[in-house]
Structures are given as structure tokens and as C-alpha cells.
């Protein structure tokens, strides 16, 4: 029944993710409903097929090496779900949307309701750990942003820091080692395919997305 309400969730988050990337790349409002632009083609299949596997994985992991809990796994579930159509739209546009950050913002902050009526204890814990870990991310990587020119993109910031509000400091800390370990081993890829140059700018969404799977799944948290 858990894993079940797990599969639903993520379920409702990729559909939901699908059809947001979809109207956003062909810069198409929601409120049109133009269904064309939805049309299944190679690339997208790859996206549905991609999402349903990594997060069926997870699952796996989540209720046979680490236990969780329902409220832990969909929490993870929610930030990899988000994290997919963040990587699409970074992959191609170079940019990540302010109006899916402010959606994650809004999920994790219903998401507490949960872990306080649990345990009103253990929910200020967390808070106080999530927002630690948002600060600590989204400061480091901010300073680096004005020390280093170009170095990191204001979109990346604000994911961070994000992800520190769903994982807490260690968990993000972990999430932002993978990410730029992927990276790296992409970067490396691209120029030696010389796909890209050495001027080029690489989208830093998917390895985030790649790279937190990752880390999640190794470290469950």
C-alpha cells in the first residue's frame, strides 16, 4: 500500500513534469490546452522512459536497503521528479524556471505539515537542519557565483539551495559532490566527441538531475 501511494505520487509529478517541459520548450501557454504539443516523439519517450526507471529504483532502494518511512520517500521522490523537467529545460535552454523552483518551495513546504504532526519534535529538527542546509548551499555557491565570473548560473543558486530544503545540509552536500563528479565525466565526453568546446557553456541541469539520483540512491537521503 505505501509503495503503492509512492508509484502514484511520482506517477502524478512526472505526468505533471511532462507536460510543463512540453508546453515550456514550444513556449506555449497552459491555459491555450494545445494537446499537439504534446505528441510522444523519440526524445520524449526517452524522458517518460528515463523518469519511470530511476524512479522505480528508488523505490526499490527506499523500502529494501534504507526502510523509510512514506513521508522520507516521497520527499526524495518529489525533488527527482522535479529535478526531470528542470534538466530538460536546462538541457536545451540553458535556464531553469523560476516557476518550478517556486513549485518545489510550495510541495516541501506542505510537505512539513506531515513531518510535524508525526513528531512535532522531530519536524523542528528537520526544519532546522533543511534550512540550514538551504543557506549553507545557496551562500557557497552564491559567493562562488561573484568570485568566479560565469563560473555557475543564478538558476543553479536557487536550485541549491532548494534541494537543501528537501535534503538537509549532508544530503545536499552529497547530491552537489555527484553533480559535479557527472558533470565533469560530461564535460569531459562532450569535448573529446567535440561536440563542445572549450568555450561552450554546459548546462549544469542534467548532471544536478543525474548526479542527485545518485546520491539518493547510494545514500538514501
Known sequence: ???????????????????????????????????????????????????????AVLICLFYTVYRMEVIQSIKLLCLVEILFPIGAIDFRLQKIPNQILLTAVII?????????????????????DNLVGAAVIGIFFFLLFLVFKNSIGMGDI?????????????????????????????????????KKGRKDTIPFGPSILIGTAIAIGLAGM
Not at 160 to 173: D, K, N, P, R
Open 108 to 128: 516541501r513546504g506542505v510537505l512539513y505539515i506531515p513531518e510535524f504532526i508525526s513528531s512535532p519534535a522531530t519536524g523542528f529538527l528537520i526544519l532546522k
Open 158 to 194: 536557487k536550485l541549491f539551495a532548494v534541494m537543501g530544503l528537501y535534503q538537509g545540509l549532508w544530503g545536499a552536500v552529497n547530491s552537489v559532490f555527484f553533480s559535479l563528479v557527472v558533470s565533469f565525466v560530461l564535460s569531459v565526453g562532450l569535448l573529446i566527441t567535440r
Open 1 to 55: 500500500m505505501i509503495i503503492a501511494i509512492d508509484a502514484v505520487v511520482s506517477s502524478i509529478l512526472i505526468a505533471a513534469g511532462y507536460v510543463y517541459t512540453c508546453y515550456y520548450l514550444n513556449g506555449v501557454h497552459w491555459k491555450s490546452r494545445n494537446t499537439e504539443v504534446l505528441r510522444l516523439r523519440r526524445n520524449r519517450i526517452l524522458y517518460l522512459v528515463f523518469a519511470a526507471l530511476t524512479t
